[in-house]
């Protein structure tokens, strides 16, 4: 039997044993310390390491209630290996109900960090410092940033074959081959060989049942994938039922032609055919309006839900090529 120790910011977690543990790298400018609660659960036998984080943005409120629920139901107990959860990581953001770190910069633009950059890269170091070395997997939750509504989504990137066996065990209705993102948390944490899912779904400040429930759903499925815990009997208790996902090969944004007022008629993940009207655009007078149409045949992954646009918004964003997996 393996007595691998493991030690998570400088706390050894013993097995049958968590911690709730703190990032405590920063403070506010009234001086007040700022702590960001990493919650540590490990199985009485050796397994894999999950990394569940939310919140990495901190208005994306509805991954921030996924990892809480996940918490909160103790489904972040396993049976093997060990379960990291960081429920708010932009705990600042998440205070100020903002996107960005109190120095203006987006935490997932500016990993791996440095130790003596900004805020937000020295939050970025010490969590690849210190999180990221122990850990062989994560689930990292997002939603649609501003008024984008996402159909609930895992991206993985192109030619991850086994990136896309667990984005299909994880059972999001659509997985979106996507090129990973310069400085970003997973583009960061695939260089170090740690496997990634990022799950999208719903907009910013909005808590949304089904995207949640998706959520919460794709995790214990990963969990029972990789031997860590037995969730078929929570699983039947949601009457969550796998799905085929749709693969999602290529996309294309629909931009608005005009300003105005934006009346969607379509919903998001809806099949949509090639001329079909998906909402429109009137001026607040009365005397202008224009359809907008779909310029290729697909499904609807996002839809910007603000009610009013400028010309040139993105507004529907069209899945084209898709292939069903089994």
């Known amino acids: 039997m393996s007595n691998k120790k493991y030690t998570v910011l400088g706390e050894t977690i013993e097995k049958g044993k968590g911690a709730q543990l703190n990032l405590d790298i920063a403070k506010l400018h009234t001086r007040t310390k700022i ?3 990493v919650i540590v659960q490990r199985g009485k036998k050796d397994g894999p390491t999950l990394l569940i984080t939310g919140g990495i943005h901190g208005n994306e409120i509805n991954g921030v209630e996924i990892v809480r629920q996940l918490v909160s139901n103790k489904y972040n107990k396993p049976e093997c ?13 998440f205070l100020n109900q903002t996107r960005q770190f109190p120095d203006g910069r987006d935490l997932n633009r500016v990993f791996p960090g440095s130790l003596r950059g900004s805020l937000a890269s020295r939050f970025a170091y010490h969590l690849v410092k210190d999180i990221a070395p122990v850990i062989d997997y994560c689930i990292d939750y997002h939603t649609g940033g501003d008024s984008r509504f996402n159909a609930p989504q895992i991206r993985i990137d192109k030619n991850d074959a086994e990136g896309l066996a667990l984005a299909k065990v994880f059972g999001a209705e659509f997985i979106v081959k996507s ?7 997973r583009e960061t944490l695939h260089q170090l060989d740690k496997k990634v899912l990022l799950y999208e779904g719903g907009k910013s400040l909005q808590i949304h049942r089904d995207i949640t ?9 990963l969990m029972h994938h990789l031997g860590m815990r037995n969730f078929d009997k929570e699983l039947k208790q949601m009457n969550s039922k796998p799905i085929t996902p749709k693969l999602v090969n290529a996309s294309k944004w629909l931009r608005a032609k005009h300003s105005g007022m934006f009346h969607p008629i379509v919903k998001v993940g809806q099949k949509v055919e090639k001329g079909t009207e998906l909402g429109n655009i009137s001026g607040p007078f009365g ?8 310029g290729d045949s697909g499904y609807i992954i996002c839809i910007n839900e603000s009610p009013i646009v400028n010309q040139g918004d993105a507004i529907f964003h069209i899945a084209h ?3 069903q997996i089994i």
């Open 287 to 294: 005397y202008f309006e224009r359809k907008m149409k779909a």
């Open 321 to 323: 090529d898709i292939e």
């Open 81 to 93: 290996g060990m379960v990291i959860c960081i429920p708010v990581v932009n705990i600042f953001g």
């Open 35 to 37: 702590e960001v609660p």
């Open 179 to 185: 090129a990973g993102r310069e400085k970003s948390f």
């Open 213 to 221: 429930d998706t959520g919460i759903a794709g995790a214990l499925r």
